[in-house]
């Protein structure tokens, strides 16, 4: 079993947030597809990546085949979501929260970067938005509403690549406001 602050540095890095968010939709990707998606990352920094992934029992080797020589591996997410639970981080200080959420967004504010340092980009026609929304809801109402969007998340999750269609990246952040006096 591996211990949740190596699970969680694993995890919380940016590259390997990114390798991650690679893996949402197909059930196996090798080396070279993840250099397709991930272009701006070296092939060597993907490598070292995915040793400290599959070290950590974030990621597993599904299969290996020769190529041509040389041993190519197709990776996956292990059969138990490789993503850190609840319960995972229950133990989890204060800081040690500020650090997984400030590592995070810092993937996230990469993705946005990398979008924006592409020419010809228009963010109404990518769909690319940003916004907070606040809800009034009981404990009961904002589960049923959780439920619902994680449903309607993993729909479209479930897409496999087609023409026409794009990956984009959707992110989540729900946290308790003070109550308004």
Partial sequence: MFSIVR???????PVRLRILQAFIGPE??????LADLLPDVPQATLYRHLNT?????VLRVAEERRVRGAVERAF???DVSGALT??????ATPDDHLRYFAAFLAALQGEFARYLGRPGIDLAADGV?????VVNLTDEEFLAFMASLNELVAKAAA???????RRRAFARV????????
């Fill in 7 to 13: 699970k969680a540095e694993a995890v919380l890095h």
């Fill in 174 to 181: 729900v946290m308790p406001l003070p109550e308004k006096d």
């Fill in 159 to 165: 897409n496999p690549p087609a023409p026409g269609r």
């Fill in 28 to 33: 196996t990707l090798t080396v070279r597809d």
């Fill in 129 to 133: 938005g940003y916004r907070t929304f």
């Fill in 76 to 78: 996956a997410l292990p």
């Fill in 53 to 57: 992934l599959t070290d950590a029992g």
């Fill in 86 to 91: 609840g319960a995972d981080l229950e133990g």
